[in-house]
């Protein structure tokens, strides 16, 4: 089971009621909680739902080899325990799984199947159904973006199978059946309702059912179902503080998980769209330096030289509100509409540039694999002289806690930035400011505030002192570090 840990805080309210009142009309208004809405309650039993339910839900294991270093090498007892070769351990690893056809395949998340330590290979693939059966499974494919795998069992025939539903009908309340093999418990079944949907933990392509239905360590892989008896979820993560079940998981809806599912029982490789860009939410300060609606698009902060965003103008700064037609929101990210898009396909995509909107249309790319996309963002360290004492105090009576220098040919090389750069570089951070908290630091070229050039400091202040004239807190500045793609970010002025 993967895990996503995170602190919650509570806020325990006393028992005060206010009363609020309003001279206006009330007209046809009514309350949300007013008439009938009281729920049917829960089903009497779930018995016969599970009965027909569980033979299609099996445990997945693997048998894995892990080499790992002999912990006696270079010490007097190395030769008499192996010398300083690897020694060889054996590993297992538990899960669940659904069959999803009567000839053998069967669904589970990616990890379950996936070894599990640096090192580590898979020799075999076991799942046991519900009656104790066991087969040899192969696997048919895998996608690890979105955590899924398909395998596939042979014997006699036909298997018990469940059929995929429809989770884009799935609403917050509703009751959802969780079957699996928690702790190698088989079989266990829990019940709870949906918390929330389209839900993300951090992935560019996560959209997860959230439940309250009680999962643990060994139900990855297993099926959630609605009251049709409908897969609806994959059982993925948790969240826990503890590593155990706190009321908080997560599943795969079933809406992301078909088409892939169908990919790989082609024997195909699982492709997404891509554009070519790197993107940041449109958070408070960002928002506020462009005078725009928070959560509402996602902010440009490079292109990729020669991809389909670079070839269809789109540039650094601009923010991106649709794609054909879909709304960019934190329910449904820039990620995951482009990713569903078909490679070759033609979009057209609605963004903002200095204020003003703009629609261009982009070919959608392929997104190329995980260790290109890190070298298009890597970054590196700057090596700068350290500040003097004029320089901290210029910074400490700045608006953004910045002091700066025009650059120079000597300060370029000595930054290692590319010869024709034009900007302002930063000699002193104040450290009590937004500046020093957003990770500003000497050295950091600013290219650009509020799109403005800033080639001087007098320029860098009339970017600033428009910003307080329009009634905004905010700066958007464009920075370029030594080893990294050039960037925005958005620095709150200091209170005055």
């Given at each position: 089971m993967r895990y996503v840990y995170g602190l919650t805080a509570a806020l325990l309210l006393g028992g005060t009621a206010v009363a609020i009142s309003s001279h206006e009309p009330l007209g046809a208004q009514t309350a949300q909680n007013e008439g009938n809405i009281a729920p049917r309650g829960a089903p009497g039993s779930f018995a016969d739902m599970v009965e027909r339910l569980q033979p299609a839900v099996v445990n997945i294991s693997t048998r894995q080899r892990v080499q790992v270093q002999n912990p006696f090498a270079g010490t007097p007892f190395g030769e008499m325990f192996g010398g300083g070769t690897p020694q060889t351990r054996q590993a297992q690893s538990l899960g669940s799984g659904f069959l999803i056809s009567a000839d053998g395949y069967v669904v589970t998340n990616n990890h379950v199947v996936s070894p599990g330590a640096e090192g580590a290979t898979v020799d075999s693939i076991t799942v046991t159904l519900n009656n104790r059966e066991e087969y040899t499974a192969r696997l048919v494919g895998r996608d690890v973006a979105t955590d899924l795998a398909l395998l596939k069992i042979e014997g006699k025939k036909p298997f018990p199978f469940v059929k995929f539903g429809d989770s884009t009908k799935a609403r917050v309340g509703d009751w959802v059946v969780?079957?699996?093999?928690?702790?190698?418990?088989?079989?266990?079944v829990t019940a709870g309702i949906i918390s929330a949907v389209h839900r993300s933990t951090g992935g560019p392509y996560d959209r997860f059912i959230q439940t309250d239905a009680s999962i643990n360590q060994g139900n990855s892989g297993g099926p959630m179902f609605d009251m049709n008896g409908n897969v609806i979820g994959i059982n993925s993560q948790i969240l826990s503080p503890s590593g155990g079940n706190v009321g908080i998981g997560f599943a795969i809806p079933s809406e992301q998980a078909i088409p892939i599912i169908e990919t790989l029982r082609k024997g195909q490789t699982v492709k997404r769209g891509y554009l070519g860009i790197q993107i940041s939410p449109l958070g408070d300060d960002i928002?506020?330096?462009?005078?725009l609606a928070k959560n509402r698009g996602e902010f440009v902060q490079g292109v990729?030289?020669?991809?389909?965003?670079?070839?269809?103008?789109?540039?650094?700064?601009?923010?991106?509100?649709k794609v054909n037609g879909q709304e960019v929101t934190p329910d449904q990210t820039l990620s995951y509409i482009v990713g569903g898009q078909p490679v070759g396909a033609r979009v057209s995509i609605d963004l903002i540039r200095q204020g003003k909107p703009q629609t261009v249309t982009a070919i959608v790319g392929e997104r190329p694999p995980e260790d290109k996309l890190r070298q298009f963002g890597q970054g590196g360290d700057d090596d700068f002289s350290q500040p003097?004492?004029?320089?901290n105090a210029n910074a400490a009576q700045q608006a953004l806690g910045l002091a700066v220098l025009p650059l120079n040919p000597s300060i370029v090389r000595q930054l290692g930035i590319p010869l024709d750069t034009r900007g302002v570089v930063i000699s002193a951070v104040d450290q009590?400011?937004?500046?020093?908290?957003?990770?500003?630091?000497?050295?950091?070229?600013?290219?650009?505030?509020?799109?403005?050039a800033t080639t001087t400091e007098a320029e860098l202040n009339a970017a600033v002192a428009g910003v307080r004239k329009a009634g905004r807190n905010?700066?958007?500045?464009?920075?370029?570090r030594r080893g990294q793609p050039v960037t925005f970010i958005a620095v709150r002025l200091r209170d005055r």
């Open positions: 969780a079957i699996g093999e928690p702790y190698a418990l088989a079989g266990t928002a506020d330096s462009l005078g990729e030289p020669g991809a389909g965003a670079d070839k269809a103008g789109i540039k650094a700064g601009d923010v991106i509100v003097n004492k004029q320089d009590s400011t937004d500046a020093a908290a957003k990770g500003l630091q000497r050295g950091d070229v600013i290219l650009t505030a509020n799109n403005m905010a700066v958007l500045l464009q920075l370029l």
